[in-house]
């Protein structure tokens, strides 16, 4: 090949701003690469960040459920307690009764028709 063809070449491909793009591309790959290291560290950053608000909602909702969780259960144990109180008064009444009735039996009367109550105990 001679020099004219080489030329003609260069020219056909873009000429002077051809040469200076390949030589400029050839110096400069190092940085490029850096650049686009650069860039794509951008976007895994930023997806990164779109993921942790993502995850920050959603904790937030689930947070949210868990209070509303945690007030219905909150108004269950309530009523439970007012429950199990009515059954210890109801319980403590009934032993009431039959401490009574087991008092009453005993001093009830032997003595058939006794207007002066003579209880058989020493009571």
Not at 35 to 62: C, G, Y
């Amino acid at each position: 090949m001679d020099l004219n063809t080489i030329i003609t070449i260069i020219t056909a491909l873009g000429g002077i701003e051809a040469v200076k793009w390949g030589l400029s591309a050839w110096v400069n790959r190092k940085t490029n690469a850096r650049k686009e290291d650069a860039a794509a560290d951008a976007a895994e950053v930023q997806n990164l960040l779109n993921v942790i608000n993502s995850l920050t909602t959603q904790l937030e909702r689930a947070e949210e459920r868990i209070k509303v969780r945690d007030g219905k259960v909150d108004y269950v144990y309530a009523e439970l307690r007012k429950e199990q109180a009515e059954k210890l008064e109801i319980l403590k009444q009934k032993f009431e009764i039959e401490i009574r009735v087991k008092d009453l039996e005993l001093r009830r009367c032997d003595i058939p028709g006794c207007a002066n109550r003579k209880p058989p105990s020493d009571f």
